[in-house]
């Protein structure tokens, strides 16, 4: 069984500052990471991906995450946060052999103040 | 633009009713998966269609059920319908073949039931 678990359900940043989301995993298997993201309303856009190859991952819009296989950890990662980042993320873990199939996190609402 | 395209955007139904959804994949995908978001909650796996059959299920009751052809499209089939189905179902397409293929979704149908 594969699951993930976001631990925070909202985060609060201001503009300018870093911004970390984080997400833990678990899978029997070799896991594909990914985090996507959703604005208000709309459908779910892929911020980046981790396939086994290099273990920090760089995605869209400034975001990047590290794959962290000791801890089980797939945190995300911004520098500076911008108002346009404020969205609802979810990290999503898939098996290979598990034909494609993504289990979601509960979600991280992150807020971005000026 | 992931070029997945679902329709309706938008429908409201009355329980017991039944509910097609329809969903137009990128050309040369061989899966479809769908999923429905509650309210406040990440998307939750229904079942997924490769070649055209069922390749997997989720924790959903068998009113659920969906169709795949061969043009690339597939229809998600809800009968029966209750209060809680209420949400937004998303389409995932996809090339099931390699381990982390991306997977693109579409902007969702928002059903209402009451």
């Known amino acids: 069984a594969q699951s993930v678990t976001q631990l925070d359900s909202h985060v609060s940043v201001s503009e300018g500052t870093p911004v970390l989301l984080r997400c833990n995993y678990s899978s029997s298997y070799s896991p594909s990471l990914f985090w996507y993201v959703q604005h208000p309303n709309k459908g779910l856009q892929l911020l980046l991906k981790?396939?086994?190859?290099a273990t920090l991952v760089k995605g869209i819009n400034g975001f990047e995450a590290e794959f962290k296989k000791s801890e089980t950890s797939f945190h995300l990662t911004k520098p500076s946060a911008h108002m346009s980042d404020a969205a609802e993320y979810f990290c999503v873990v898939s098996v290979w052999g598990g034909g494609n199939k993504l289990t979601f996190g509960t979600g991280t609402q992150l807020k971005v103040e000026l | 633009e992931t070029g997945v395209t679902q329709s309706p955007t938008h429908l409201i139904k009355t329980r017991g009713q039944q509910v097609t959804l329809r969903c137009s994949s990128q050309?040369?995908?061989?899966?479809v998966s769908w999923y429905q978001q509650a309210l406040g909650q990440g998307p939750q796996f229904i079942f997924q269609y490769y070649r055209e059959e069922e390749n997997g299920r989720g924790n959903f009751p068998p009113r659920f059920s969906g169709l795949q052809f061969p043009n690339y499209s597939s229809e998600l089939n809800v009968n029966a319908l209750e209060l809680d189905d209420s949400a937004l179902y998303l389409c995932a397409s996809s090339f099931l073949g390699n381990s982390g293929n991306t997977i693109y979704f579409g902007e969702g149908s928002w059903l209402t039931v009451v």
């Open positions: 050309s040369g995908h061989n899966t």
């Open positions: 981790y396939t086994s190859a």
